[in-house]
């Protein structure tokens, strides 16, 4: 953190609670697992590789982009559970989109994919004890208790989620 001032309450955490209505994490991550096995198959196979809008993502990138994430999320929270002391790297969702060969997966693998990391998520989350929860992260210029990264990734969810329901079903669905 190269002369930054960490922000305790950073905006982004704000949005992440607003988004979780604030539930706390264990019925957030049963619901946003929930919310997956819920998806319309059929209709998210209906709208394919379109987009509502040229240069934005396909539905397969976002559940690609909603897995790759989780992922770098549990991972970011494992480091800090463990206490071992490196601060994780930040990402560039771009990047990571236009190396995916996401488009060339089915809905069913991605979602099933998707369902599969959640659990897992859910069961590395549930082994961690209070004092691991609150575990103090510092990364980038945030500060935050580790059960706010479960937090963040149900909310990314559901702002993804959204995008899909706001803008691609109605006109492809």
């Avoid at 619901?31 to 987009?51: F, H, M, P, V």
């Avoid at 897995?67 to 970011?76: A, G, S, T």
């Avoid at 494992?78 to 089915?106: K, W, Y």
């Amino acid at each position: 953190m190269k002369n930054q001032e960490v922000k305790k309450n950073p905006e982004f955490l704000e949005y992440v609670l607003k988004l979780n209505g604030g539930i706390e994490l264990n019925k957030a991550l049963q619901i946003s697992l929930n919310q997956i096995n819920e998806l319309d198959i059929a209709q998210l196979n209906r709208i394919g590789l379109k987009t509502y809008k040229e240069g934005k993502w396909t539905i397969h990138k976002i559940l690609q982009h909603l897995i790759d994430w989780e992922r770098i999320w549990c991972f970011r929270a494992i480091i800090f559970a463990r206490g071992e002391g490196t601060v994780p790297d930040a990402h560039d969702q771009e990047i990571m989109g236009e190396n995916s060969n996401t488009d060339e997966l089915s809905i069913d693998q991605l979602i099933n994919e998707l369902r599969i990391v959640r659990q897992s998520t859910m069961m590395m989350f549930e082994s961690f004890n209070k004092k691991i929860l609150e575990t103090n992260c510092k990364f980038f210029e945030y500060e935050m208790p580790l059960y706010t990264i479960g937090l963040t990734i149900t909310a990314h969810q559901i702002h993804h989620f959204s995008i899909i329901k706001d803008r691609y079903i109605p006109l492809y669905g």
